[in-house]
């Protein structure tokens, strides 16, 4: 990114999590309260996942279906850039 190009807004979970991850997974430091909201926003956002998907919790490591998946969308870009450039 350009200097003064700025990326998509972040949420308020992101947001709190930041300094954390920028740490390398440290201990976050939110007072109690904050803490189980955050927990909640969490515990609600699995539940949503879940029925979205009919109640079936992923197959197999979640890390590794979403690492084969950019590996198929990388695929998917190339294969393009390979055909616009053959085709120029």
């Known amino acids: ?13 992101h947001s709190s999590l930041a300094p954390c ?5 440290g201990t976050v430091n939110l007072e109690p309260k904050r803490r189980l ?3 909640e926003r969490i515990r609600r956002r ?3 996942i879940l029925a979205r998907r009919g109640g079936k919790p992923i197959d197999g490591d979640a890390a590794e279906l979403i690492n084969q998946m ?3 969308r990388d695929e998917e ?6 055909d616009s450039v053959a085709d120029s």
Do not use: K, N
Not at 6 to 13: A, D, E, N, V, W
Not at 77 to 82: D, L, Q, S
């Open 21 to 25: 991850l920028s740490r390398g997974l």
């Open 37 to 39: 909201e955050l927990l």
């Open 1 to 13: 990114m350009d200097e003064g190009e700025r990326g998509p807004p972040i949420s308020p979970l």
């Open 77 to 82: 870009i190339w294969r393009a850039v390979r």
């Open 70 to 72: 950019r590996d198929e």
């Open 46 to 48: 699995r539940e949503a």
